[in-house]
């Protein structure tokens, strides 16, 4: 099974051959989606989006809109990610907060939640480095082979070899160099 | 800044060292000093004596915008 999925060539290929699979949503790539269903010209005044080494603009959000098309009902969220999600968007500026939950409800109406008990969890020694949040992540996809589509290069780093993974990173960069997708 | 950067890995590895399968996994631009800095990572295969010897490797680059001089190479650790 190929894990290194670089761009929407290989998304496509990876779903053909693999009809049943589902994407699971890491926090920060879901908050870039989030935030750009609820306004595209937003994400690049979003501090969530442009501060902590982060650069987002519209056509990163259109990026990542094209790879959520790709799984229509097939979007997977946990828990852990739809909490850190909730109290990060708490940092949205006030005068658009309202709106913004709103379509983050709208939105979230799409999608699936899946929860892996804390037992399982806790078994899981990599807790200590990553948290629950990721470890979660790697959890849910090792066990119902799906992929995990993230922004953190040392969660990427750290399970690419494990489960199939989608580096956004490598995804823009690709975009950027002018690779074909 | 890509090509920067990968020749500039391809100097620095010892004759002796193989790597293969080189691959871009991210690239940012920061502005430092008010110049624009391209951040940016890649990643190969570090081969051993055997093929089956080979481990995964990142490195950090930063290179400058208006010259393509490579600033700093540094590895990125995993958690």
């Known amino acids: 099974m190929e894990n290194n999925l670089s761009n929407l060539d290989e998304i496509e290929r990876f779903r053909f051959s693999h009809y049943d699979t589902h994407l699971i949503v890491d926090t920060s790539a879901l908050l870039l989606f989030l935030v750009g269903v609820y306004d595209p010209d937003y994400v690049e005044h979003c501090p969530l989006l442009t501060e902590n080494g982060k650069y987002y603009k519209k056509k990163q959000f259109e990026l990542i809109e094209k790879i959520f098309q790709r799984f229509p009902g097939k979007i997977i969220i946990t828990p852990h990610v739809l909490s850190e999600v909730n109290m990060l968007s708490k940092k949205i500026g006030e005068e658009y907060r309202n709106d913004y939950f709103l379509a983050l409800v709208r939105e979230l109406e799409k999608h699936q939640e899946y929860c892996i008990p804390l037992k399982v969890l806790l078994k899981n020694g990599a807790i200590v480095e990553f948290g629950f949040t990721d470890i979660s992540l790697i959890e849910a996809a090792e066990k119902n082979k799906w992929i995990v589509l993230t922004d953190d290069l040392r969660l990427y780093m750290a399970f690419n070899t494990k489960v199939p993974m989608i580096n956004f990173n490598r995804v823009v960069a690709m975009e950027q160099l002018g690779v074909s997708y | ?79």
């Open chain 2, 1 to 79: 800044m890509v090509l920067a950067a990968f020749h500039y890995l391809a100097d620095i590895i010892p004759p002796t060292q193989k790597i293969t399968d080189v691959r871009v996994e991210a690239i940012q631009p920061v502005t430092k000093d008010q110049k624009t800095i391209w951040k940016l990572v890649l990643s190969y295969d570090n081969v051993g004596d055997f093929p089956f010897d080979k481990k995964r490797e990142y490195k950090q680059f930063e290179v400058d915008d208006t010259d393509g001089r490579v600033l700093e190479m540094k590895p990125v650790d995993g958690k």
